[in-house]
């Protein structure tokens, strides 16, 4: 089957929805993706005015791109040493999500011992056990 009309399909990133002047977002690109047939793209923001009322938070304006809990500022990376006896050590390393909505690595330091601290109430309330020490810049699970 040929077909003598190509269709010209783009992907897209961020798609700013619920925001003041979102057409402000797309100036820069804007001739770039009207020549696309199909435009497929995510929503980044969320489309909703009742956020408070549904997750008991206003966005932070300080983090434009990460419109998240303030909590979702605390992650971690899952880590897990094996080697041919099987698990040597399993643990996290702790993270910070900046204002770019960027992780940044913490470690043992005082901003990675709050994110770690976030470990315990979490799985706790999930029955799980989670204690942990601290093995270098990771939270190494006991």
Known sequence: MSNS????????????LDEPEPDSFFGPARSALQEADLLVGHVEVPHTRRRR????FEPDPNYPTYPFHP??????????????????????????VNPKGQPEICGDDAR?????????P???????????EWDGNWARFL
């Open 71 to 96: 909590e979702a500022r605390n992650a971690m990376i899952a880590v897990c040493e094996i080697g041919a006896e099987g698990v040597r050590k399993a643990g996290s390393i702790p993270c910070w």
């Open 5 to 16: 009309t190509a269709l010209k399909r783009m992907p897209a990133g961020d798609l700013i």
């Open 122 to 132: 979490i799985t706790s309330k999930a029955a799980l056990c989670a204690d942990f």
């Open 112 to 120: 990675g011992r709050t994110v770690a601290s976030c470990i315990r």
């Open 53 to 56: 009322e549904l997750f008991g």
